[in-house]
Structures are given as structure tokens and as C-alpha cells.
């Protein structure tokens, strides 16, 4: 399909001038508006799309023999104007009409003929740069083809455009601009974001995805979850954290992933990873995996478990808001426990959907999210929930634990309230293999035989004081 054809299925000519404007915006952050000038008859220029502190010039005209553009038309080259108040070569009047001081006409042109201009304008003096004037020259070809068949100037193939950025790409090489590279990034997202709005977005996502999946910059890090009766690790759970730039929560990885199509593969991805760790923990901890609700459901999910030793593996539902396939659920549940893993619902309540998952999921761990843990031993209403999830619990044979532990006052109203288990900073935070190793040596000497799940009868405290809890669990387990 030729480029004529693409922006024709994709878009009308206005949007396509529009987009293209928008995007010269972004590739000049110092610039306030942009305009699109197109010749008309040879003998004047008309303002035929605008945006930003130009976007009311629509419909403008100027002599083609009497302004800036017109040089940029009649020369063929870029011209850049420090202040127009001054500039003999300038349209004075209209751009005082306009509010314009400085801008930067580069013209269009079509095979031989010259077409139009784009102007990027700023209502200060001395706005733009050197390196903005080669920037926006480089794209000229660029601009020229796209708006040439927006508006059916003339019949244009992918080919020609792909010479045309040949050619922008050799004016880039030329002359000595700081930060080439720089400037080669913002013109390819240009291009990109013009033909296909946030494709260059998509396609930086994707690559940094790509490379996760890798390997490059992900590792996991093991919480350990703590029975709150007896001060005994129980369990961990494996996180996913990603060293590679951009620096962000692994929350907004998993999102991005999610945006550009590769959720589940990097969920599935984090859990073989994490799996791989198990035969490292000693018996008999288990290892919660986190996976949404799509890798929940997922065969592939199956064969990683049937290939580790699922016996010892917690499967926590998460992102789950909006699930409407509950039938799915309900069999990838029961796919899971034939297998000997158990099932944990994260995030529990925080609002309605979360509370009527439990009773859709049935899981063997409720975990109760840190909304609801922080300032629990302040407000009685969080109390009362608390109180009702342990409740639940008890009738259908789910434990109740309890995240984002930070305080010991949060420490010791949820043991009054009857959580079993906890997790939090204050508890431990996520570490190595090896700082687990320590945790596990220095604050829990008497690692029980039994299963764990099971734990000591609730309301037995080891420790006479929350000191000497801070004694027994508070270990630093890197950052």
C-alpha cells in the first residue's frame, strides 16, 4: 500500500496536517505554535492548518513576494528569524497580528516544486536553536510527502518516502549540532507518531519488553510472610524487580507490558524465574507467584507449576477489578489444586468486586491489602473489616494475611483482631536468597517440622514485648 493510501484509509487530510503539527511541537519543546502555509496559484501563501498560540491564523494570507515563508518558498531553504520586531526580511505587521517574534520556515517541497512551508513560532525572541532549524530541515521530505498525499497533490509510494528520509537522514549528518543522537531519536518518533499515532511509544514499550524477557534487568526478590502467633516464616512471596531504565515501580512495567500485548509473557516470564529459586528455599516454606488474571487462566501457567513442585506454590490473583469471566476462574482454580498448588486473592477489601471474588475463587489465602492495614489500629471501621474477612475465613477454611505491616502498633492490633499471617517492612523486606538465609538464622531459629499453613493457636504470643519482637523479626534485608 502506497503512503497516499495508508494516510487516506487512516485519517482525513486535516487530521493528517493536524498530527503533523502536534508532533513538530513535541520535537520542539521551546516552540508555542505551528502553522502549515500552502501556496496557492504561485502567488500567495494560505495558512491552511495552525495550532497552539497561532491555532486562530486559519485562513491567513500572505504575498508570496513579502514574508519569511515566501523566502523559505522562493530559496528553498530553511530560514530561521531571531526576532521579527527587527528582521527586514519579515512580514512585521502580521506577525504582530499574530504575536509571533521568532520562528523557523522550513519549505515543503514536491519533486521540483516547492509547496508550501511549515512554521514553528514563539511569541519570545530568539526561541530556537541551531540544532531545532537542522532538526526540522531534516524532516522537510518527510512532511512534504505526507502532507502531499493528505491533500492529493500528487500520488506518492512507500519507496519514494523511504528516499525521502534517506535524504533527511544525510542533512542530519551535516554541520556540528550538539546531541545528534538525541535528535535522531525525536525525528524517528516524529515520523512514527505522524503515520501512526503513538506508534513510537508503542514500539520504545515494546523493545524495552523485549529486552526484560530477556532477562536483562529483571531479577525477583523473597518477602517473607510471618505466622503472626509464633514469629515463624512460613512463606514468601517472589517479586519481580527491574533494574533497566526507565527507573519505576514493577507495577508499571507489568502495565506497559499489558499495553503493548506481552502481559502475559512477562508474567509468565517472572514466575519461571521465581520457580527457579524454589529448590533453594528450605522445606517447607512455600513461594506465592503473583500472575493477573489472564496468566491465572493461562495452559502455560499449568505446565511452569507441573514442571516445579506445586505442592509448594500459592498462586495470588491480582489486578483483579473488572473480571467478568468468573466460570474461567472457577476452572483455572481447580486446574491449580489438582496440581497441589493453593490459591490466594490478593488486594481483599478494598471495595465490593474484591469481597464477592472471595466467595467466586474460594480461596485458601485472603490477603488483606495495605489500604486497609494502614492506620488499622486507628480507625475502627478498617478494624470491623479486618475482623469480618477473619470471619470468612474461619467458615470456609481460608487464612487471612495481612500486608504492609510497617508499625508495631499495626503489628499488634492485627493479632488482636486474629490475622494470621503477616507481611511488611516491619516483618521483612524483600531481599536476596541469601538475605533470606540470614532472616532465617537470626530471627527464626525454630523453623517447625509441621506444615507451616497449619501455624501455632492464635492468641499465643513467644515474645512478652514488641521490643523483643523487634528483636526476634526486624532484619535488614537490603533495600
Known amino acids: 500500500m502506497g503512503l497516499r493510501e495508508a494516510i487516506a484509509t487512516a485519517s482525513d487530510p486535516a487530521s493528517v496536517m493536524e498530527r503533523v503539527l502536534a508532533e513538530a511541537l513535541v520535537l520542539v519543546p521551546s516552540a508555542e505554535g505551528a502553522v502549515i502555509e500552502l501556496c496557492n496559484k504561485r502567488v500567495s501563501l494560505v495558512i491552511t492548518a495552525a495550532t497552539g498560540n497561532v491555532a486562530d491564523s486559519v485562513g491567513s494570507v500572505l504575498s508570496i513576494a513579502n514574508s519569511l515563508s515566501s523566502l523559505a518558498v522562493r530559496s528553498g531553504v530553511t530560514q530561521r528569524c531571531h526576532d521579527a520586531t527587527s528582521d527586514p526580511r519579515v512580514d512585521t505587521k502580521l506577525a504582530a497580528e499574530l504575536g509571533i517574534v521568532s520562528m523557523i520556515c522550513v519549505p515543503l517541497r514536491w519533486g521540483e516544486e516547492q509547496v508550501g512551508v511549515l512554521n514553528i513560532t514563539s511569541s519570545e525572541a530568539c526561541a530556537f536553536g541551531p ?116 527507573a519505576r515501580g514493577p507495577d508499571r512495567w507489568f502495565a506497559e507490558a499489558a499495553s503493548v500485548g506481552l502481559g502475559r509473557p512477562l508474567e509468565l516470564f517472572a514466575i519461571e524465574r521465581a520457580l527457579s529459586l524454589l529448590p533453594e528455599l528450605p522445606e517447607p516454606l512455600r513461594m506465592a507467584v503473583n500472575a493477573g488474571p489472564d496468566t491465572f487462566c493461562s495452559p502455560e501457567l ?110 499488634e492490633t492485627l493479632i488482636d483482631l486474629g490475622i494470621a499471617y503477616g507481611q511488611g517492612f516491619y516483618l521483612g523486606r524483600p531481599g536476596s536468597l541469601e538475605d533470606l538465609a540470614m532472616l532465617l538464622r537470626t530471627g527464626d531459629r525454630r523453623q517447625a517440622p509441621h506444615d507451616p499453613a497449619v501455624g501455632l493457636p492464635l492468641g499465643r504470643r513467644p515474645w512478652d514485648s514488641a521490643e523483643a519482637w523487634r528483636t526476634q523479626l526486624q532484619v535488614s534485608l537490603g533495600p
Open 131 to 246: 540544532a531545532d532549524e537542522a532538526s526540522l530541515a531534516g524532516l522537510a521530505p518527510f512532511v512534504s510527502t505526507v502532507i502531499g498525499a493528505a491533500v492529493d497533490l500528487a500520488s506518492c509510494t512507500t519507496e519514494l518516502l523511504g528516499i525521502h528520509q534517506g535524504a533527511a537522514a544525510r542533512t542530519l549528518g551535516q554541520g556540528h549540532l550538539d546531541g545528534p543522537s538525541e535528535i535522531a531519536r525525536a525525528r524517528s518518533a516524529f515520523v512514527a507518531n505522524v503515520v501512526c499515532p503513538g506508534a513510537a511509544f508503542d514500539s520504545a514499550a515494546r523493545d524495552r519488553i523485549e529486552q526484560a524477557l530477556t532477562g536483562t534487568g529483571l531479577t525477583i526478590v523473597l518477602q517473607p510472610i510471618v505466622s503472626l502467633s509464633s514469629g515463624v516464616v512460613v512463606e514468601v512471596e517472589a517479586l519481580a524487580r527491574f533494574t533497566a531504565p526507565p
Open 302 to 411: 499449568l505446565s511452569l507449576l507441573e514442571t516445579s513442585t506445586p505442592g509448594r506454590v500459592v498462586v495470588e490473583l491480582t489486578e483483579h477489578v473488572g473480571i467478568e469471566d468468573h466460570p474461567g476462574l472457577r476452572r483455572a482454580c481447580k486446574s491449580l489444586r489438582t496440581l497441589g498448588a493453593k490459591v490466594a486473592l490478593d488486594d481483599t477489601g478494598t471495595g465490593f468486586a474484591s469481597l464477592s471474588l472471595v466467595l467466586e475463587v474460594a480461596p485458601e489465602f485472603i490477603k488483606l491489602d495495605r489500604e486497609l492495614t494502614s492506620n488499622i489500629e486507628l480507625d475502627p471501621v478498617r478494624r470491623a473489616l479486618a475482623r469480618a474477612l477473619v470471619a470468612f475465613g474461619d467458615e470456609t477454611g481460608a487464612e487471612v494475611i495481612a500486608e504492609g505491616i510497617e508499625t508495631v502498633t499495626q503489628l
